[in-house]
C-alpha cells in the first residue's frame, strides 16, 4: 500500500521524530554542501492549482540537489478534473513519476488524487491544511527551543483566524505533546478542529487551549504564530475581518512586551505587512520568519528521501554495465 502524506495526524509521534531526524541530518549535509544523491535520477511532479514562491522554489530545488528532475505543471497545463478524470491523471502520472506534490484549492482534490496514484503523494496545501508547512515549523521551534526546556516543555500560541496553518500547527504540536493556544475572536475558532486536537492531546499529554484573549495567550508564550486574516474566495470579507481582528490580533510590539523575553515570532509567509504583524515585529531580532522559510527546502528533501528512496531500486554497476553494453551492441549494429 502507497503511504502518502496528506494529513499529519496519519502519522505518529514516533514516525514524525523520525522524519524530523531526516530533515535534521540532511541539513547538515547541505550546510557543508555535501547533499547525499539519495534520489538520483528520481522525478517529481509539482501540481499547483494557485502559485506559491516557497512551495514550488523548495520542492523544485530539494529534488535537483538530491539528485532527481521536478516537473512544475502550473493551473490550466494539464487536466487535472476537466477532460480527464482527477483519477486517470493520477493514473499517468503515477507511470512516469517517482512521486507527485499537489498544491490544492479544496483538499478533496489531493485525497481524490492519492486514493487513485500508486506512487506517493504529498500535500503542499489544500483549504484544509498544510502539512508540510507545520512540519516545518515544528523543526524550526526545536532549532530555537529555549535553553533548559525540551519539546513538550514548548508553549505555541497561535494569534489570528483559523486558517489551514492553524489547523497543521495545532494538530502537530498536540500529536508531539506540546502545549497550543490559538487566540482568536470566537467567530474565527473552528471547535470541529479543537476536537480532533484534544484526541490527540489525550494520547500525547498535549494541552489545548482557545481564547478570545491574545495578551493571556502569549503570556507564556515560547513561540507567538500568525498568519493572513483571509484567504482565497474570502476577499469579500475583508473589511469584516479586518474589523474583527485590527487591532487586538495583530502581533505587535506592544503585543511582544507582554510575552516572554525570548519569544520567538513565526509566520509562514507570505505577510501581509501592517495586518497580522507589523514591520516592527517581522524585522525584529525575535523574528525567525526567514529562518522558517529556508527551513522549507530542508524539509521538503526530508519528505522526498523518506517517502521516495525506500522505492527506489538500485541496481548493481554489473546490471547496469550489462544493459547499457547489450543497448549500445544493438544500436552499434544497425546505425554503423
Known amino acids: 500500500m502507497t503511504k502518502h502524506f496528506i494529513e499529519i495526524n496519519d502519522f505518529s509521534k514516533e514516525d514524525i521524530l523520525d522524519m524530523l531526524e531526516t530533515i535534521r541530518m540532511i541539513k547538515e549535509a547541505d550546510k557543508q554542501r555535501c547533499t547525499p544523491q539519495l534520489l538520483a535520477g528520481a522525478s517529481l511532479a509539482m501540481i499547483f492549482e494557485e502559485p506559491s514562491t516557497r512551495t514550488r522554489v523548495s520542492f523544485e530545488v530539494a529534488m535537483s540537489e538530491l539528485g532527481g528532475h521536478a516537473l512544475y505543471l502550473k493551473p490550466g497545463e494539464i487536466h487535472l478534473g476537466v477532460r480527464e478524470s482527477l483519477g486517470d491523471t493520477a493514473k499517468v502520472l503515477s507511470r512516469m513519476c517517482d512521486v507527485v506534490m499537489i498544491r490544492a484549492l479544496k483538499h478533496h482534490t489531493v485525497t481524490g488524487f492519492a486514493e487513485a496514484a500508486t506512487v506517493p503523494v504529498i500535500n503542499g496545501l489544500t483549504d484544509f491544511n498544510h502539512p508540510t508547512q507545520c512540519l516545518c515549523d515544528v523543526f524550526t521551534m526545536i532549532e530555537h527551543m529555549p535553553a ?44 470541529q478542529w479543537y476536537k480532533i486536537a484534544e484526541e490527540n492531546c489525550k494520547v500525547s499529554g498535549g494541552t489545548l487551549t482557545a481564547t478570545e484573549d491574545p495578551a493571556a495567550a502569549v503570556a507564556n508564550a515560547d513561540f507567538i504564530y500568525t498568519d493572513l486574516w483571509w484567504w482565497v474566495d474570502q476577499e469579500d470579507q475583508i473589511p469584516e475581518r479586518r474589523a474583527a481582528f485590527m487591532p487586538n490580533y495583530q502581533v505587535s510590539m506592544d503585543m511582544l512586551r507582554k510575552a516572554p523575553a525570548h519569544s520567538k515570532v513565526m509566520h509562514c509567509l507570505p505577510a501581509s505587512r501592517g495586518v497580522e504583524a507589523t514591520d516592527e515585529v517581522l524585522d525584529s531580532p525575535q523574528s525567525i520568519i526567514f529562518d522558517q522559510a529556508e527551513n522549507r527546502l530542508h524539509t521538503e528533501k526530508g519528505l522526498l528521501v523518506w517517502f521516495v528512496y525506500p522505492r527506489l ?12 553494453a547489450r543497448i549500445e551492441a544493438f544500436l552499434d549494429k544497425k546505425l554503423f
Open 148 to 191: 533548559g526546556k525540551k519539546m513538550e516543555d514548548l508553549q505555541v500560541t497561535f494569534v489570528g483566524d483559523a486558517t489551514n496553518v492553524l489547523s497543521s500547527l495545532m494538530f502537530i504540536c498536540t500529536r508531539l505533546g506540546m502545549k497550543f493556544t490559538h487566540a482568536a475572536p470566537k467567530k474565527y475558532q473552528n471547535p
Open 313 to 324: 531500486k538500485r541496481p548493481t554497476a554489473a546490471l547496469q554495465t550489462h544493459h547499457q
